[in-house]
């Protein structure tokens, strides 16, 4: 397990995702629409869904992260 802090404009997943598996936002938006990611082991459609304290974000073969609070970072 990794523990790491960012800053992001804002807590939509695209943007928090692709800051913690360090890719692209393009790139995770593309994986967004063929269904290669999840929050809390559902499926997510848009890439604007914002996160809350507590939620897992899954990406098929990049692995888990799961967001804890807007201070203590990720």
């Not at 990611?37 to 890439?47: E, H, T, Y």
Request: proline letters at 0%; charged letters at 20%.
């Amino acid at each position: 397990t990794k523990s790491f802090k960012t800053v992001e404009s804002s807590l939509r997943v695209d943007a928090v995702a692709s800051a913690g598996f360090k890719i692209s936002r393009t790139k995770l938006g593309s994986m967004i629409s063929s269904g290669d990611v999840r929050v809390n082991w559902s499926l997510v459609s848009k890439s604007g869904a914002t996160l809350k304290a507590g939620d897992v974000v899954s990406v098929s073969g990049m692995g888990r992260l799961k967001r804890h609070s807007t201070s203590a970072g990720f």
